[in-house]
C-alpha cells in the first residue's frame, strides 16, 4: 500500500487529455513540493515535473502539474500513442523523513 | 552530459552482502544530494535511501533502516550502496538518482530527482 495514491490506470484515446490524481495527507504533499516520472517499458524513470508544477529539462508543453492543499494532478494534453507508459506522484514525507511514491498510473493510448 | 553507472547487482542468498556503486561523470558530483531508489519486479518505485553533498546526512527508507548504509566518495565522483542482511524482499533493480540541488536532502528531494542511471539487479533467493 503506497503512502501516495494514484489511480492505477487510465486510458484514452490519442489527441485527447488525460488527468492523473495523487493523493496525500498533510506530512507530504500538504508540505512538500510533488513531483512526477514517467517509466516507459523497460526504461529507468524520467523527471517529467518538479515543485509541483515545473516543467524539467526537455519535457514537452503537453505536460503540466498541479497541487492544492493534499492532492496533486498530472495533465497530458494532446495525448500520443509515445505518451504511454507509467507515471509516478512523489513527495518528502515529514513523519517517515523519506520520499514517498504513488503506486504508478499506467497510461494506455487507445 | 550527466552520466549515472551501476554496478555490483548480483544473486545472492538471504542474509548475505553486497556493495553496489554509482560511477558519477557529467557534473561536480559533490555538489549535489544523491539517492538510491529500487524497483521489484512488476512493481512501483521506493526509494531506499538518500545522502547530502558531503555525505555528512543520510537518511533510509524504514525497510532497510539497520541493514543498508549509503555512502559517497567525492574524490572518485562514487556512490555507494553497502546492503547487509539482504531479504528476498530486497530483489530490485536499483537505480542511482542525482538532485538537481545541494541544499539539504529534504529539500533537494523537492527539487526532484533529474538524472537517472540505468539500474543494477540485485536478486536475493534461496
Known amino acids: 500500500q503506497s503512502v501516495l495514491t494514484q489511480p492505477p490506470s487510465v486510458s484514452e484515446v490519442p489527441g485527447q487529455r488525460v488527468t492523473i490524481s495523487c493523493s496525500g495527507s498533510?506530512?507530504?504533499?500538504?508540505?512538500?513540493?510533488v513531483n512526477w516520472f514517467q517509466q516507459l517499458p523497460g526504461k529507468a524513470p524520467r523527471l517529467l515535473i518538479f515543485y509541483n508544477d515545473l516543467p524539467a529539462s526537455g519535457v514537452t508543453g503537453r505536460f503540466s502539474g498541479s497541487k492544492i492543499g493534499t492532492s496533486a494532478s498530472l495533465v497530458i494534453s494532446e495525448l500520443q500513442s509515445e505518451d504511454e507508459a507509467e507515471y509516478y506522484c512523489s513527495a518528502w514525507d515529514d513523519r517517515l523523513n523519506v520520499v514517498v511514491f504513488g503506486g504508478g498510473t499506467k497510461v494506455t493510448v487507445l | 552530459e550527466v552520466q549515472l553507472v551501476e554496478s555490483g547487482g548480483a544473486f545472492l542468498q538471504p542474509g548475505g552482502s553486497l556493495r553496489l556503486s554509482c560511477a558519477a561523470s557529467?557534473?561536480?558530483?559533490?555538489?549535489?544530494?544523491m539517492a538510491w531508489v529500487r524497483q521489484a519486479p512488476g512493481k512501483g518505485l521506493e526509494w531506499v535511501s538518500g545522502?547530502?553533498?558531503?555525505?555528512?546526512?543520510?537518511y533510509y527508507a524504514a525497510s532497510v533502516q539497520g541493514r543498508f548504509t549509503v555512502s559517497r566518495d567525492n574524490t572518485k565522483n562514487t556512490l555507494f550502496l553497502q546492503m547487509n542482511n539482504v531479504r528476498d524482499e530486497d530483489t530490485a533493480v536499483y537505480y542511482c538518482?542525482?538532485?538537481?540541488?545541494?541544499?539539504?536532502?529534504?529539500?533537494?528531494?523537492?527539487?526532484?530527482?533529474?538524472?537517472w542511471g540505468q539500474g543494477t539487479l540485485v536478486t536475493v533467493s534461496s
Open positions: 538518482a542525482k538532485t538537481n540541488s545541494g541544499l539539504s536532502v529534504e529539500s533537494a528531494m523537492e527539487v526532484g530527482l533529474g538524472d
Open positions: 498533510r506530512s507530504n504533499i500538504g508540505q512538500h513540493a
Open positions: 557529467g557534473f561536480t558530483f559533490g555538489n549535489f544530494v
Open positions: 545522502i547530502s553533498d558531503n555525505g555528512g546526512s543520510t
